[in-house]
C-alpha cells in the first residue's frame, strides 16, 4: 500500500507559478515511476506529467511543456511539480500517482498507475 499526500494548491492569477508537493510513504519511493494528473470539472482525468523511478526520463503533456517541471527527490520520498505561467485552462484537482511496478519504464502510461493521493485543487483567475 502508498500513501500519497499532496500540498501546494490554491488560487493564483493567470501567469503567476504554484509548486505543488506529493510525499509518499509505503514503498520503495526510489523504484517506482511518480506521475501527475489533474482532472478539470466535467472532464476525464488526464495524465498532465511523470518521472521514471530513476529521474532520468519525464513526460509532460504537449499543453504544459516548456511551463511544466517535473521532479523527485529520493531523499525525501517526495515529488515535485513546479508550474509556471499558469494559465486558466490549467484549473483542476490534481492528484499524484505511484507506479505499481518496480523499475518499469513506463513512466508515460497512465495505466502504470495504481495509488493516489487526495488531490490539491488548483484554480487559475484570468
Known amino acids: 500500500q502508498v500513501q500519497l499526500v499532496e500540498s501546494g494548491g490554491g488560487l493564483v492569477q493567470a501567469g503567476d507559478s504554484l509548486r505543488l508537493s506529493c510525499a509518499a510513504s509505503?514503498?520503495?519511493?526510489?523504484?517506482?515511476?511518480m506521475g501527475w494528473f489533474r482532472q478539470a470539472p466535467g472532464k476525464e482525468r488526464e495524465l498532465v506529467s511523470a518521472i521514471s523511478w530513476s529521474g532520468a526520463n519525464t513526460y509532460y503533456i504537449d499543453s504544459v511543456k516548456g511551463r511544466f517541471t517535473i521532479s523527485r527527490d529520493n531523499a525525501k520520498n517526495t515529488v515535485y511539480l513546479q508550474m509556471n505561467s499558469l494559465k486558466p485552462e490549467d484549473t483542476a484537482v490534481y492528484y499524484c500517482?505511484?507506479?505499481?511496478?518496480?523499475?518499469?519504464?513506463?513512466?508515460?502510461?497512465?495505466?502504470?498507475?495504481?495509488?493516489w493521493g487526495q488531490g490539491t485543487k488548483v484554480t487559475v483567475s484570468s
Open positions: 500517482a505511484a507506479g505499481h511496478s518496480y523499475y518499469s519504464e513506463k513512466y508515460y502510461s497512465p495505466r502504470e498507475y495504481d495509488y
Open positions: 509505503g514503498r520503495p519511493f526510489r523504484s517506482i515511476a
